[in-house]
C-alpha cells in the first residue's frame, strides 16, 4: 500500500481512543460508559425544526443562509453570545466573538496560533484527550499543571521549557466539571493560575464546555471572568482565551462553538478560519441564534435536571458495587465520574474484559495523560444510559474488577 513521504508532525497524530470507542455504541448489548455524548432525548428537535422551516420559508432568510458568510460568524449569534458572557462577568462585544465549528476546533485553531515545535504546553494530568490532540500535531513539550497545589514556581516551568528550545506559550484547563475527572477548581486555584500566567507571560485556555451543567454546588466565577476584573473589566487585556460551545446545552450536531477573548486575538484567529474553512455554516449559526433566544435557559435546566438523576444513580450504584480499594470522584456537574482502581489493574486490559466478558464499555484513563501513567484509572460517563442500565453495567463492571484487582 502506498504511503507518501508526510509532514513531520504527522507522525504525532493518533487516532482518538473515545472517537474509536464511540464505534462500540453501535454493537447491540453494550452498556456504554464511554463517549460523554449528550442525550438525545434532550435535543429540542420541535424548535429546531421550526427554527430551519421559519429561514427556509422566507425568500431573503434562505439566500442569506444558504450564502458563504463573514469568517467571524453570524453577528446576531455574536451578540447573543457577548450577552451570555456578561453575565458570566465577562464584558464582551460581538468583536469579542469568533464562531468556530464545535469548541474543537477552536482548540485546534489556538494550537496552531500558538505552538511552535519545542514550545511547551501547561496542561492537567489527566487532561482532555481532545485537547491533547489538538495540540499535538505542532509539536508541543508538555509539563503538568497543578493549579490547586500549586507546588511549582514559575522559574521551573520556564527553565524545564527552554530545554527544549522553547517558552511556555499557554496553561490549558476545563476548570468546571472536567473532563475527564469531574473535578471543578477553586476560586483561589484560578486566581493563582492567573498568577503563573502572569510571570510567565503567556495565555489561559479556559475550556468551558460544560459549565452550564452544574447542579450541585456554588457556582465559581470563570478564569476569564477574574482576569478582566483584575484589569479593570477591559477584555481587550486579558490574557485568558475562552472556549464556550453549544454541543452540551442544545444539540452537538449543528457543530457550533466559540471563542471569547481580546481583539487582537480575535482577529488572528479569524485569519485561520479563513485559511480552514471560510465560515461556519451559517444556516446553522442562524438556527443556533434562534435556539439559544428562545429556548436556553429551559434547556439548561432541563439537562441539569436529567444528568444529575444519572449522576446520583451512578454514584449509588458505585457505592453498592465496587470493591474494596476503588475510589471516584462526585461531579458537582458535567457528565463525568473518574475512577481510581487497585495500583495492580490496568485500564486497557480491563475494557478489553469488560466488553468480551460484560459487554460494558469505558474509557482507559492512561488515554488522558501525556506522560504514560495513569494506567489503573479509567471514565465513566453517565450521560447516554439510563438509571437500569447503570446500575446493570456498573454492577458487572464491580464483578469484573473484584476478580481483577
Not at 62 to 81: D, F, K, M, N, T
Not at 246 to 267: D, E, M, N, Q
Request: with cysteine; hydrophobic share 40%; net charge neutral.
Amino acid at each position: 500500500m502506498y504511503e507518501p513521504r508526510y509532514a513531520s508532525r504527522a507522525e504525532g497524530m493518533r487516532a482518538s481512543e473515545i472517537r474509536e470507542l464511540l464505534k462500540l455504541l453501535e454493537q447491540p448489548g453494550i452498556i456504554s460508559f464511554a463517549g460523554g455524548i449528550p442525550d438525545p432525548e434532550l435535543f429540542p428537535k420541535e424548535a429546531i425544526n421550526a427554527a430551519y422551516h421559519g429561514i427556509l420559508a422566507n425568500e431573503a432568510l434562505a439566500a442569506q443562509a444558504l450564502q458563504y458568510s463573514v469568517s467571524e460568524g453570524y453577528r446576531p449569534l455574536r451578540e447573543w453570545i457577548a450577552s451570555h458572557m456578561a453575565s458570566r462577568g465577562v464584558p464582551a462585544s460581538a468583536d469579542n466573538i469568533l464562531i468556530t465549528s464545535g469548541s474543537q476546533q477552536a482548540l485546534e485553531f489556538l494550537g496552531k496560533l500558538f505552538i511552535t515545535p519545542g514550545d511547551t504546553a501547561l496542561v492537567a494530568a489527566p487532561t482532555y484527550l481532545g485537547a491533547l490532540q489538538a495540540f499535538s500535531a505542532y509539536e508541543p513539550r508538555y509539563d503538568t499543571l497543578g493549579p490547586e497545589s500549586a507546588n511549582r514556581t514559575p522559574a521551573s516551568y520556564a527553565e524545564a521549557a527552554a530545554t527544549t528550545g522553547g517558552s511556555v506559550k499557554f496553561a490549558y484547563v476545563v476548570p468546571d466539571f472536567a473532563n475527564p475527572t469531574g473535578r471543578t477548581m477553586s476560586s483561589k486555584a484560578r486566581k493563582g493560575l492567573i498568577a503563573l500566567a502572569e510571570e510567565l507571560d503567556c495565555v489561559i485556555i479556559e475550556d468551558a464546555a460544560y459549565v452550564d451543567l452544574r447542579f450541585g454546588g456554588e457556582t465559581v466565577p470563570a478564569v476569564q471572568a477574574l482576569d478582566v476584573a483584575r484589569h479593570g473589566g477591559d477584555l481587550n487585556t486579558s490574557r485568558v482565551i475562552y472556549c464556550g460551545t453549544f454541543s452540551k446545552t442544545l444539540t452537538p450536531g449543528l457543530r457550533i462553538g466559540w471563542v471569547c477573548a481580546a481583539k487582537p486575538i480575535v482577529r488572528r484567529l479569524t485569519l485561520i478560519k479563513q485559511a480552514c474553512d471560510l465560515n461556519s455554516s451559517l444556516i446553522n449559526q442562524m438556527v443556533v441564534e434562534r435556539l439559544a433566544a428562545a429556548t436556553f435557559g429551559s434547556q439548561v435546566e432541563q439537562a441539569s435536571r436529567h444528568y444529575r438523576n444519572r449522576r446520583d444513580a451512578m454514584l449509588a450504584a458505585l457505592k453498592h458495587h465496587m470493591p474494596a480499594g476503588v475510589t471516584w470522584t462526585t461531579p458537582e456537574g458535567g457528565l463525568f465520574i473518574w475512577v481510581e482502581l487497585p495500583e495492580q489493574c490496568d485500564g486497557q486490559d480491563l475494557l478489553r474484559r469488560a466488553i468480551s466478558e460484560a459487554q460494558v464499555a469505558f474509557v482507559p484513563g492512561g488515554a488522558f495523560f501525556t506522560d504514560g501513567t495513569g494506567r489503573n484509572t479509567m471514565r465513566l460517563s453517565y450521560s447516554l444510559p439510563n438509571e437500569a442500565q447503570i446500575e446493570d453495567g456498573i454492577a458487572r463492571l464491580g464483578k469484573l474488577i473484584a476478580t481483577a484487582a
